[in-house]
């Protein structure tokens, strides 16, 4: 069937009904700005329903919910009594009842055509799953939350791979897609052992099926970073800790990307020892073991000044000549968090499961965002 607009608008007269999944927990400070910008989408090709699963919250957000629930019938309020967010996403998948799904989080605004623009584009490209680009924006007006976005936006800082860096075209995971229910219903929706990373394992079974994803430039949603480099670090070890559970669980879900952090810290911690060990060795031997830790450090610092460079030149902001501060505590955390599920996992009897962060002492919130 020849997918041109024209011909999209003729198939979407019966006025599908898309329904927005939004997980949330504790989100008194975006929900309400989140939910007004969902409420403001275009419908002129579709409906929309709201389904808000909230994971026990214990601030406003269910209090802030149920008010726009009363103001406006397309909003409904669930409980996810898990507290985890694929849980969230299942009930969510579960009661709805359009034809197609909206996946999408608590810490973004979306532009107004996002749902319409991703339902064209879902069809235009044949694929399983569409998004918009993602653009990320600092939580607030302090330096440490603007320093944080570009980091984090930044291909040095999360790769060219990131949901945050990648331009538009077909990709391996995509960020807030629509799917038809069906085709979620079909691979049997998210996995609930996976408190990260569901997404990606998701989206790596559904190309197994044969289904593409596709990010669309023709439309783009904002996701609002938490402002301190406290929360960046505590992010990016769960980060890196669930990473390796996530390989454990389905090793085709992630990328060599997904460990490059944890190999940075693990030979930052060799040449650690060597260059300890190169006062026991006399004249050139220990030279040549102080040698691996100077290379890497340089070697370090001219790519995190050279990406510090780039962002300054963009943003036209002298501050960011402190962002190899960040790179570092990201990548540092990141790494630090997969080691240490590797030293807890290689502890474990075989044929024991995983251990999950919350079981290492840990804290795992529902709702992982930086």
């Not at 064209?120 to 939580?139: D, F, K, N, V, Y």
């Not at 000044?305 to 990201?330: K, Q």
């Not at 990548?331 to 807890?344: D, E, K, P, R, V």
């Amino acid at each position: 069937m020849d997918l041109k607009p024209d011909n999209i608008r003729l198939e979407f007269q019966s006025r599908p009904l898309v329904s927005a999944v939004l997980a949330v927990r504790n989100e008194e400070r975006y929900i309400e700005a989140v939910l007004q910008s969902l409420l403001l989408q275009d419908t002129s090709i579709c409906d929309l329903e709201i389904i808000v699963v909230d994971g026990d919250s214990s601030d406003a957000t269910q209090a802030i919910v149920k008010r726009i629930v009363r103001r406006d019938s397309r909003v409904k309020l669930l409980v996810n009594h898990q507290r985890k967010t694929p849980y969230a996403f299942n009930i969510g998948i579960r009661s709805a009842i359009g034809q197609y799904v909206c996946i999408l989080g608590a810490h973004t605004v979306y532009s107004k055509d996002y749902v319409a623009t991703c339902l064209r584009e879902l069809h235009l490209h044949h694929a399983g799953g569409c998004s918009g680009i993602e653009i990320t924006r600092p939580s607030g007006d302090s330096f440490q939350a603007r320093l944080i976005a570009w980091v984090l936006a930044h291909p040095f800082g999360t790769s060219t791979g990131s949901m945050r860096t990648r331009k538009a075209g077909f990709a391996d995971t995509i960020p807030y897609p629509i799917f038809l229910k069906s085709t979620l219903l079909e691979v049997g929706s998210y996995d609930p052992q996976l408190h990260r990373n569901q997404d990606n394992d998701l989206s790596q079974r559904l190309r197994a099926r044969g289904h593409k994803l596709y990010m669309t430039d023709q439309t783009y949603c904002e996701y609002f970073v938490s402002p301190t480099l406290a929360s960046l670090s505590k992010y990016a070890f769960k980060t890196g800790f669930w990473n390796i559970i996530s390989f454990k669980r389905n090793r085709l879900s992630m990328s060599l990307r997904h460990f490059v952090p944890g190999a940075f810290v693990a030979g930052l911690m060799a040449c650690l020892v060597a260059y300890v060990f190169a006062s026991s060795f006399p004249g050139q031997a220990g030279g040549w073991l102080r040698l691996p830790l100077f290379s890497l450090i340089i070697a370090y610092a001219i790519a995190s000044f050279g990406a510090a460079f780039h962002i300054a030149s963009r943003e036209r902001a002298v501050i960011a000549f402190l962002t190899p501060l960040v790179f570092f505590t990201l990548h540092t955390c990141y790494g630090a968090g997969a080691l240490t599920a590797i030293t807890i996992n290689a502890q474990l009897p075989p044929g024991e499961p995983s251990l999950r962060p919350n079981e290492a002492g840990i804290h795992d919130p529902s709702t992982p965002i930086p």
